[in-house]
């Protein structure tokens, strides 16, 4: 295949700099890391007092080739090429939602804009390291301002990001852009997975093993559930749910709610009272919609940990732990989007959350955007309906589908254990499915990659 050609403004003797990236952080760079970006966060964020607002994420490395916007202009000059501009995980930054209230695609060059409107250059960013936030229709519409204010042709603009519905909210919006979605969670926890299955000593993090969202985070060695495993399990004493929470959203506390009420000794949950204060806004929404007092006395009194002895650092990467999923039926999955009060723009970003009970062979409720099932059934994987009554992920209002989901748990846990070990042996076809899907696409997701790029460079 034809590798994509790529412009970078910036091309040092260690690498490429961030296309958009304001010069004023080229002197740093410099000085600090040798120009080596990849390896220059921490001092980066040091010396600046905020992490990168853009990136290069490599992930793209091996379907293009990598030149500077002048050797391009002066060699390539009648070949199709791309300006590849990629924002880092606080995409706010990106649209200039901070002090500087700057779009960041206004650092594009005059040289390159020029290629853009009327040469051979195409604006392509790439955004999928992260998702959810930021993904408004006020921001996106600031892109659009951008391109028609400067003349960029629509056909000129390709997003790539990991978000299901974006495509569709681009269209309302009039935009001719090609969109893309490309779930990068997918493909990072299922590497994981494989990782784990065919190297007993793997640790996804290693000795001090360094993430800067998330600080310093020890190293473990995980384990995943086969399906084998899965199958031998059907019949032995369970748990009913596995729900593990970190981050306190409302919709998240509802569920723990309900678990609560239906006993936790029934169910294997995870909080930490430390997050107590950090959401206090999510707990008074809570407040005003559930009496459950004594749960938040517990929550802010007492912790309660499952697969790591810290979810202040834990990432959602390099903590499986097979037994918890083998000692339970469901697993209840809170996604990091739910209640989305601009439905005219909701977002379709899905985590690595739903692909834990995935990769461990287990039957899953899945507290998501709505139609989150539906995208899950349309890349390949299986939902549980009619042995969950899955209609909640028709429902657009979040406060329904909520009330829809919390309805299937305590039905669930009003089951005699025949019945719900009956619900283990009726859905082990679809378990077995998903699970062998999810193991198999680390050799499988360069058809989806050449699918962009040939769609991009047709």
């Known amino acids: 295949m034809k590798?994509?050609?790529?412009?970078?403004?910036?091309?040092?003797?260690?690498?490429?700099?961030?296309?958009?990236?304001?010069?004023?952080?080229?002197?740093?760079?410099?000085?600090?890391?040798?120009?080596?970006?990849?390896?220059?966060?921490?001092?980066?964020?040091?010396?600046?007092?905020?992490?990168?607002?853009?990136?290069?994420?490599?992930?793209?490395?091996?379907?293009?080739?990598?030149?500077?916007?002048?050797?391009?202009?002066?060699?390539?000059?009648?070949?199709?090429?791309?300006?590849?501009?990629?924002?880092?995980?606080?995409?706010?930054?990106?649209?200039?939602?901070?002090?500087?209230?700057?779009?960041?695609?206004?650092n594009i060059p005059d040289v390159v804009l020029k290629e853009i409107q009327h040469g051979n250059a195409y604006l392509l960013i790439n955004y999928i390291i992260d998702g959810g936030l930021g993904m408004t229709q006020e921001n996106f519409k600031?892109?659009?301002?951008?391109?028609?204010?400067?003349?960029?042709?629509?056909h000129k603009v390709i997003l790539i990001f990991q978000d299901f519905k974006l495509a569709?909210?681009?269209?309302?919006?009039?935009?001719?852009?090609?969109?893309?979605?490309?779930?990068?969670?997918?493909?990072?926890?299922?590497?994981?997975?494989?990782?784990?299955?065919?190297?007993?000593y793997f640790s996804y993090w290693g000795k001090n093993g360094h993430d800067p969202q998330f600080g310093y985070v020890g190293e473990t060695r995980s384990t995943v559930a086969t399906y084998?495993?899965?199958?031998?399990?059907?019949?032995?004493?369970?748990k009913d749910f596995l729900f593990l929470c970190r981050r306190w959203k409302l919709h998240r506390l509802r569920v723990m709610s309900v678990l609560h009420k239906l006993g936790l000794d029934n169910n294997l949950?995870?909080?930490?009272?430390?997050?107590?204060?950090?959401?206090?806004?999510?707990?008074?929404?809570?407040?005003?919609?559930?009496?459950?007092?004594?749960?938040?006395?517990?929550?802010?009194?007492?912790?309660?940990?499952?697969?790591?002895?810290?979810?202040?650092?834990?990432a959602g990467y390099g903590f499986e732990e097979k037994s918890l999923y083998l000692k339970s039926?469901?697993?209840?999955?809170?996604?990091?989007?739910?209640?989305?009060?601009?439905t005219s723009f909701p977002s379709g970003y899905l985590s690595e959350k739903i692909w834990k009970p995935v990769g461990h062979a287990q039957p899953f409720i899945l507290l998501g955007p709505h139609k989150s099932l539906?995208?899950?059934?349309?890349?390949?994987?299986?939902?549980f309906h009619p042995f969950i009554d899955e209609s909640y992920d028709d429902e657009v209002n979040g406060m329904?589908?909520?009330?829809?989901?919390?309805?299937e748990i305590k039905k669930f846990a009003n089951k005699t254990k025949q019945e719900k070990d009956e619900f283990l042996h009726n859905v082990k076809d679809i378990v077995k499915h998903n699970q062998d899907k999810f193991l198999t696409y680390p050799k499988m997701f360069h058809e989806d990659c050449n699918r962009i790029i040939d769609s991009i460079s047709a």
């Not at 403004?9 to 600090?32: A, H, R």
Request: net charge negative.
């Open 228 to 238: 084998d495993e899965f199958e031998k399990s059907i019949g032995k004493d369970k």
């Open 269 to 314: 949950v995870s909080w930490d009272q430390r997050f107590f204060q950090e959401w206090q806004e999510d707990i008074a929404r809570f407040k005003q919609v559930d009496d459950n007092h004594e749960l938040i006395e517990l929550l802010s009194t007492t912790s309660n940990f499952l697969d790591t002895q810290d979810l202040i650092k834990i």
């Open 168 to 200: 569709e909210n681009m269209k309302q919006l009039n935009s001719g852009y090609k969109v893309f979605d490309f779930n990068l969670a997918l493909l990072n926890k299922a590497q994981e997975f494989v990782n784990i299955l065919n190297n007993p």
């Open 3 to 106: 590798k994509l050609l790529v412009g970078y403004d910036v091309m040092t003797y260690n690498g490429e700099i961030p296309n958009c990236l304001d010069s004023k952080f080229l002197e740093s760079l410099q000085k600090d890391s040798n120009f080596d970006f990849k390896n220059s966060g921490d001092k980066f964020a040091k010396t600046w007092g905020h992490h990168w607002t853009l990136y290069n994420s490599g992930f793209w490395d091996n379907f293009i080739d990598k030149k500077s916007v002048y050797e391009i202009l002066k060699n390539y000059s009648k070949e199709r090429w791309f300006y590849l501009v990629e924002p880092f995980g606080n995409l706010e930054i990106f649209f200039g939602n901070n002090n500087q209230q700057k779009l960041l695609l206004e």
């Open 374 to 383: 539906s995208y899950l059934k349309e890349i390949g994987f299986k939902t």
């Open 400 to 407: 329904n589908r909520l009330e829809k989901i919390l309805t």
């Open 329 to 342: 039926y469901i697993s209840i999955v809170g996604e990091s989007v739910f209640f989305q009060p601009d």
């Open 142 to 154: 600031k892109i659009i301002n951008y391109t028609k204010k400067n003349w960029i042709p629509d």
